[in-house]
């Protein structure tokens, strides 16, 4: 694998990453050589959400760059964090407090991960209910542990990996069934069972209703940015095509760099209210919680909808309580 540094000897210096990405314009930076040593003082500034690499003519990811420069200052800091603040995530998700394996003996199991049910528990109760009685697939509440890997922290990110690798091998599950595509793009490569999406699996089934609205906006999480995997399968829901919202490039929870750089993340929101969109769909919880918790009243998470449930407001008052008791579930 390439180092960061060969990733960026490609840099024509052109502007386009700087432009297009809120981060880099506060700073007035590129992805090039000249400022390696700003970039790795402000690695966790970085929402990492991909965008830069959309408009690069030379492909070159910043995110990519970002994520191996922290791991590289992880590994100089002797294995621990560079960065304050985190010490309750990585308590909870190092080895995810919460995990509920209770339903989890089944070949084909929901993979809540940890945000859907924490924003949207009566969904996620009844989603799981609907797939265990109709579909006899189970579910089971754990981390993928991706924020534990964008915090540089390679080796217990792989270590988390190995635990869910034995659980799921201790229930003899053979397919997880994804409502995150955070989830879905970090789990995919990484365990030895087939890994599918939320919307995949509806397709399949053959169930859930078509959206009619006219002009359907979607705002579409970084992790489905550059190959719009998990947007092709909502598409097959609406009747009409969707449209992505532009020029708002994360929901601001990207890369833990909320904390480093709040008013660029509350930014995220305001762009989008100031737009007025009527109705906006995501399909990733986590955008839907925190653009709610950062004004956005019309932001609603597609799921619920596509399966017919009672519209559920995305719970910002509960969420860590609710991951809590997903634990019992």
């Known amino acids: 694998m390439k180092s960061y540094i060969n990733l960026m000897e490609g ?34 500034h970085c929402f990492m959400c991909g965008e830069c690499a959309a408009y690069c003519p030379k492909g070159i990811d910043g995110k990519v760059i970002m994520q191996m420069i922290r791991e590289e200052q992880t590994r100089e800091n002797h294995g621990n964090p560079v960065i304050g603040g985190y010490e309750k995530l990585l308590e909870e998700k190092i080895d995810y407090l919460y995990q509920n394996y209770r339903l989890g003996g089944y070949k084909s199991v929901l993979f ?20 265990l009685e109709s579909y006899d ?24 990996i190995q635990r869910i690798q034995q659980r799921l091998c201790e229930n003899q599950i053979e397919e997880l069934i ?33 959206i009619d609205d ?6 579409q999480p970084c992790p489905d940015r550059m190959e719009g995997f998990w947007k092709e399968s909502v598409q097959t829901f609406f009747n009409n095509e969707i449209q992505c919202i532009k020029d708002v490039q ?8 909320k904390s480093s750089e709040p008013e660029i993340a509350n930014g995220f929101a305001d762009k989008i209210r100031k737009k007025g969109y009527e109705k906006i769909y995501t399909y990733c919880a986590s955008c ?6 950062n004004g956005c009243e019309h932001v609603w998470h597609l799921l619920p909808v596509i ?15 609710n991951r809590e008791n997903s634990k019992y579930w």
Do not use: W
């Not at 210096?13 to 790795?40: I, M, P, V």
């Not at 754990?142 to 792989?158: I, N």
């Not at 399966?307 to 309580?321: C, K, S, V, Y």
């Open 11 to 44: 840099c024509l210096r052109c502007g386009q990453c700087t432009a297009h990405c809120d981060f880099l314009c506060k700073y007035g930076l590129d992805h090039s050589l000249d400022n390696l040593e700003r970039l790795k003082e402000l690695s966790f």
């Open 112 to 131: 809540m991960g940890c945000n859907f049910p924490a924003y949207f528990p009566n969904s996620t109760k009844k989603l799981s209910k609907l797939f």
């Open 137 to 160: 697939i189970g579910t089971i509440y754990e981390c993928c542990g991706k924020p534990v890997r964008e915090l540089g922290l390679t080796k217990e990110a792989g270590e988390s």
């Open 178 to 210: 994804t409502v995150c595509p955070n989830c879905y793009l970090y789990l995919k490569d990484k365990v030895d069972v087939r890994v599918v999406s939320i919307y995949e699996k509806i397709k399949e089934l053959q169930i859930g209703e078509n």
């Open 214 to 219: 006219e002009n359907p906006y979607i705002f």
């Open 250 to 257: 994360c929901c601001g929870l990207g890369g833990c760099a």
């Open 288 to 293: 839907t919680g925190n653009l709610r918790r």
């Open 307 to 321: 399966l017919g449930f009672p519209q559920e407001d995305a719970d910002i008052e509960h969420n860590r309580r």
